[in-house]
Each structure stands twice: as structure tokens, then as C-alpha cells.
């Protein structure tokens, strides 16, 4: 079982979205991961896909169950979520940003990325301050690369 969420589990309506690259507001937070930074929801400790809901989802975790239970996450914090592709980056809505989840096809490690309102895609590792990366760059996005698989994914804060 993962950490617990407590009561109020985020409060997204006064966080900035699409998230702006701003490594020194992560400074307090640094046992958090890729998951929580990509969401911009900022907690102490780290959290993997489910621990919100109470189903974490860890590397042995299958892609089905892994997709299924992020989308219903996402959904109880207070986002729409909708799968997109390459192409749909330049024409998301107003106010959507867009995730990108890869993961290693031979041992289920997954990580999540996050384009901020720069343009820019960003990530965080535990005990590390977030980076920018080019993520074409760093071939995370090619389904013609064996270990890698990946999902893009705009968020849009419900109500907004």
C-alpha cells in the first residue's frame, strides 16, 4: 500500500495550469516523483499511479490496469483526461497541458513527463530538482524503440 492521500487530497483550483517550470516551489517536496510532479500536486512523500484511490499500481502492474486506474485517478483529483497523440500537441484546448507517460516494455518501470506552459517538457525523480529535457530528443516518444511504450495525455483541471 502507498502513502496515504489525506483528507483534502489536492486542491487544484489554486495550482497554475498548464503548470510554469519553476524548480525552487519543489524545494520542500523532494521525496516527490514524476507522478505527482507531472500532475503539479505537491507531496511530501511519493506517490505511485493509484495511491490516491488506494490501488497502486507498481512495475509488475499490466498496461490495461496500469491506463485504467490513472485515467480514474486523474478523474477523482479533478481532471478531464483524454488520450492524444503527436500531432494534437499544437491544438490542445484552453487551459489543457499535456503528460506523457512512457514505459520499459521488458521490466514495467514507468515515468511520467510534463509539458509546462513554456512549451517545454519537464520530469522529477525522487530526492532530485525538477529538469527541463527535449523529450524527442531522448526518444521516449518513438514506438519504434524495443524497451519503450508511451501514452500522451491532456489535462484539464474540471471546471476551469
Known sequence: MGPKAGGNMTNLSKRSYPPKFQPQKWDNYSKTGCYTYALNIKKK???LVGDFIGKRC???TNVKDLLKTFRLEVKTLGFSVREIQLE??????????AIYLKRDKQI????FFRRD???VWSHKH???DPEEIDLM???YVYEDN???RGWLFALKVKDR
Do not use: A, C, I, M
Open 45 to 47: 512523500d511519493f506517490f
Open 58 to 60: 507498481t512495475y509488475r
Open 88 to 97: 494534437d500537441l499544437e491544438h490542445l484546448k484552453p487551459g489543457e497541458y
Open 108 to 111: 514495467g518501470y514507468y515515468h
Open 117 to 119: 506552459s513554456n512549451g
Open 126 to 128: 525522487p530526492d532530485e
Open 137 to 139: 530528443e531522448e526518444e
Open 146 to 148: 524495443f524497451f519503450v
